[in-house]
T-cell receptor, first 113, second 115 residues
Framework: AQSVSQHNHHVILSEAASLELGCNYSYGGTVNLFWYVQYPGQHLQLLLKYFSGDPLVKGIKGFEAEFIKSKFSFNLRKPSVQWSDTAEYFCAVNRGSKNDMRFGAGTRLTVKP | EAGVTQSPTHLIKTRGQQATLRCSPISGHTSVYWYQQALGLGLQFLLWYDEGEERNRGNFPPRFSGRQFPNYSSELNVNALELEDSALYLC??????????????FGDGTRLSIL
């Protein structure tokens, strides 16, 4: 069965620190990859997506992610986090015509001012 | 543009009752998805509707069902409620074309509490 693993459950950083959140999936073949963010009290929002082409994708608010096919990974990065990045981050994988998108368990990011 | 809207915000039921949750997609979106976010279990795919038909369902019992109306809105019905059905139910919508690579846009959810 397809699974999505996010290695960090809770990450605590100080402002200006660099961020990398891990995401691995177990699907073979072509996949569509997403990172979503949920700010406190808000709904899930799309941060970025990868379908094909350049494996380094840029999203909103200075986030980027790199797709490494050989490692089945799609890690999220940001060079310098801000207090406003405090949120929960979800990696998601979708494949094929069945559209049964699978989400990771989420990583809670706390940024200290 | 108006986002995905869900109602009610919170629903309290007792075991054995039925619950109906509603979702209106973003204008122009024909696909509607339902997810369950239970404590400790993360987001689990429940159902996908497009053009009025159920296209796929996740690993949930048949008492979880729903439908999509001609205006693309959708409702999720949960029969014979059990305590473990307590969760946040999220609705999402997307365009259908090449839909597996279409990002899904989420609503705020309906919190279903079973007493």
């Amino acid at each position: 069965a397809q699974s999505v693993s996010q290695h960090n459950h809770h990450v605590i950083l100080s402002e200006a620190a660099s961020l990398e959140l891990g995401c691995n999936y177990s699907y073979g073949g072509t996949v569509n990859l997403f990172w979503y963010v949920q700010y406190p009290g808000q709904h899930l929002q799309l941060l970025l997506k990868y379908f094909s082409g350049d494996p380094l994708v840029k999203g909103i608010k200075g986030f980027e992610a790199e797709f490494i096919k050989s490692k089945f990974s799609f890690n999220l990065r940001k060079p310098s986090v801000q207090w406003s990045d405090t949120a929960e981050y979800f990696c998601a994988v979708n494949r094929g015509s069945k559209n049964d998108m699978r989400f990771g368990a989420g990583t809670r990011l706390t940024v200290k001012p | 543009e108006a986002g995905v809207t869900q109602s009610p915000t919170h629903l309290i039921k007792t075991r054995g009752q039925q619950a109906t949750l509603r979702c209106s997609p973003i204008s122009g979106h024909t696909s509607v998805y339902w997810y369950q976010q239970a404590l400790g279990l993360g987001l689990q795919f429940l159902l996908w509707y497009d053009e009025g038909e159920e296209r796929n369902r996740g690993n949930f019992p048949p008492r979880f069902s729903g439908r999509q109306f001609p205006n693309y809105s959708s409702e999720l019905n949960v029969n014979a409620l059990e305590l473990e059905d307590s969760a946040l139910y999220l609705c999402a919508s997307s365009f259908r074309i090449y839909s597996s690579n279409q990002p899904q846009h989420f609503g705020d959810g309906t919190r279903l509490s079973i007493l």
